[in-house]
């Protein structure tokens, strides 16, 4: 019996040129653009810098270093839980959200849609800077709990601490989560639903067995997004997070501007990009996120 | 609607009469389409200094962005930098040894920099000199101390005249140290009697990390940017923190209750000189930009804008007894134990310490 025929994907439009010569200038840039500085990075990582300049070698001096000292592994350690976090909490917060957005009227959707968005018009340095004056010592919060007669004395534990981290994180990115999910959410034919309520299903059937699988793709989309941002922020930590806001992309940027070890810092990098691309594995080896990976 | 019709030989008429009109303009006009290459923190080159810098120089001035005095040396020394840059400030106690060890600078020709005889007798000897030439000539002094808020800390408080203010458990919570490794460790070591901290072994580090993260829970938050810096004090989210002389001015202007200290184990103390790299083509426009940057007019302005200590002595003599006082720009008369900023030789291992600090 002959193979099933793989449908064309444009049925219908005749193909012309040479499909490579066509993807040609797609590919000039991505291999140019795109892949030439990460591996500038990696054939840096094998180089020697001292902090008066960089000179070409191959050795691993650089990697061995990371490994000796258990403050880089450490500093992983906690950048991974918190880029995990943050993406947790995103989905969370993000799911409903999405629900929310695609269950709106057409006429009010949009004006939900574009308040969602406003914030993201201004630079997110910007936005993480106004929760200062939010939630400072003598800030919105501690005024009017103050002036209502809540606290007599300001909470500290309001700023610099590792929850005002995990806020920030979430507040800058917690679109890049809704946004996928919100498309998923709104390609989902709404009498597959009804079917399935026919059928006898109760709601919390209906959201764990065909709603959540059905958006699985938008939900791997945005959390994989959210986790490779935030694995790699270090401004929201630094200036929410206080003594302890350190990620691992803050002593990548150190070793460049402050201490002039490129070599040093391109190993770091290549690290961490080895770490992501180790977990993105791992997370692939689970069968539904295998299969949302691999569908179309 | 008027519409302009310009045909071929009008169009070359009108463009050779632009020429020759160009051809004859002043020289002043010429010039102000040169321009040098800079390199220089962008303080010290303030909106309202850049017009009378540019017409001393005869030039406009592109300052490039500027990093740091580490990623200073690495762009002169990088190949093929030589020419990129004609005129650089940076801070001498940093930059000096592996510039002039890499041969990388050029004599100044002082008969080019009238202004140099206007230095101070006490600055002139502090220019980095060569086989009789001159190579640096300091601009600017500065020392970086603890800030703090007197309504909080009071001023007869013997912890204040000490680094050990950054680390008093009575203020826990309301201290704010720097996100730099260099400064943050020279000052604990300072506080905790190494006499000098650049040459410190890695178990002396080591000893300074474990101090530095014994006392962490003592800090609000790190600083890295003036703005951020100025912010935190005059919010009062915290009440001192190490600061710059333009910190303090900045928060005495907004009328904090601000002073700063002189802590007894030495106060760091840097210079800044300007220097013309070797290679650089417009070493003429570049002398006449130095020249400006040690006039009376640039050292009168940056001391007003910024407090920074300058080396011209008619602007130093002509300081009040009360800004003297107020700025502390008599600090090497009266004594105070001052640690000039001094580049360790084990820096990443500096770096690797005050990451630990953070991680912890």
């Known amino acids: ?296 | 609607m008027k519409s302009f019709n310009l045909d071929r030989r009008q169009f070359l008429a009108g463009s050779a009469g632009l020429v020759a009109t160009s051809m004859a303009a002043p020289a002043g006009v010429l010039a102000q389409s040169q321009s040098i290459s800079a390199l220089m923190p962008g303080v010290l080159l303030p909106e309202s200094l850049r017009g009378p810098a540019e017409a001393a120089t005869g030039a406009a001035i592109e300052n490039l962005p500027y990093v740091s005095p580490t990623d200073t040396v690495a762009k002169l020394l990088a190949p093929g930098a030589q020419g990129r840059y004609d005129l650089i400030n940076n801070m001498m106690n940093f930059v000096t040894e592996p510039l002039m060890a890499a041969d990388a600078l050029q004599p100044l020709d002082l008969s080019k920099v009238p202004n140099w005889d206007q230095l101070s007798p006490y600055w002139q000897s502090q220019a980095v000199m060569k086989d009789g030439e001159v190579y640096m000539i300091p601009c600017m002094w500065a020392y970086d101390s603890v800030l703090y808020n007197k309504d909080f800390i009071p001023e007869d408080d013997e912890v204040t005249q000490s680094w050990g203010v950054m680390f008093d458990d009575r203020y826990a919570g309301r201290i704010a140290p720097r996100d730099d490794a260099y400064q943050m460790i020279t000052l604990t070591a300072l506080h905790l009697g190494v006499e000098e901290p650049a040459t410190m072994s890695r178990s002396d580090i080591k000893e300074i990390q474990a101090f530095l993260i014994s006392k962490k829970a003592n800090f609000r938050t790190l600083w890295s940017s003036f703005g951020e810096a100025v912010n935190l004090m005059s919010s009062q989210e915290v009440w001192a923190m190490v600061g710059w002389m333009p910190m303090r001015l900045a928060l005495q202007k907004q009328g904090m209750n601000v002073t700063n200290n002189w802590p007894s184990e030495g106060l760091m103390t840097f210079q800044n000189g300007l220097f013309i790299p070797k290679g650089s083509q417009k070493t003429d426009l570049a002398h006449a930009a130095a020249n400006f940057f040690i006039s009376q007019e640039y050292a009168s302005e940056l001391a007003k804008l910024m407090d920074y200590g300058v080396t011209n002595e008619a602007v130093i003599n002509g300081f009040s007894q009360e800004t003297i006082d107020r700025v502390g720009y008599d600090i090497f008369d009266r004594g105070v134990k001052t640690y000039p900023y001094t580049w360790p030789a084990e820096m990443d291992a500096w770096i690797e310490a005050w990451n630990s600090f953070k991680v912890a």
């Open chain 1, 1 to 296: 019996m002959p193979a099933p025929r793989t449908p064309k994907p444009f049925p219908g439009i005749r193909p012309f040129g040479n499909p490579l010569l066509l993807m040609a200038p797609g590919l000039v840039f991505l291999l140019c653009i795109g892949l030439a500085p990460v591996i500038l990075t990696v054939v840096l990582s094998f180089w020697r810098s001292s902090i008066f300049g960089t000179t070409p070698d191959f050795q691993f001096g650089n990697y061995a270093r990371i490994l000796a000292e258990p403050v880089y592994w450490q500093l992983l350690v906690h950048t991974l839980r918190v880029a995990l976090v943050t993406t947790l909490a995103c989905l969370v917060i993000g799911y409903p959200l999405a629900w929310f957005l695609s269950t709106r009227p057409n006429r009010t959707k949009v004006i939900w849609l574009i308040a969602i968005f406003v914030p993201f018009w201004i630079s997110y340095v910007v936005r993480t800077f106004a929760w200062l004056p939010i939630l400072g010592v003598n800030g919105l919060i501690n005024s009017t709990l103050i002036r209502i007669g809540v606290i007599d004395a300001p909470l500290d534990w309001l700023l610099y601490t590792s929850g005002t981290t995990y806020l920030g994180l979430v507040y800058v990115y917690i679109l890049f989560m809704t946004l996928p999910i919100y498309l998923s959410l709104q390609r989902l034919d709404p009498l597959v639903i009804s079917a399935a309520a026919d059928l006898g299903a109760r709601p919390s059937s209906i959201l764990r067995r065909v709603i959540l699988p059905l958006t699985l793709p938008g939900v791997l989309s945005g959390s994989l997004m959210v986790f490779l941002l935030s694995i790699s922020a270090y401004v929201t930590p630094r200036l929410l997070g206080g003594p302890s806001g350190v990620m691992f992309g803050t002593i990548v940027a150190d070793q460049f501007l402050t201490s002039n070890n490129w070599a040093f810092g391109a190993a770091l990098a290549t690290s961490l990009m080895l770490v992501i691309i180790l977990v993105l594995s791992l997370m692939a080896m689970i069968p539904p996120v295998r299969r949302a990976m691999l569908s179309n």
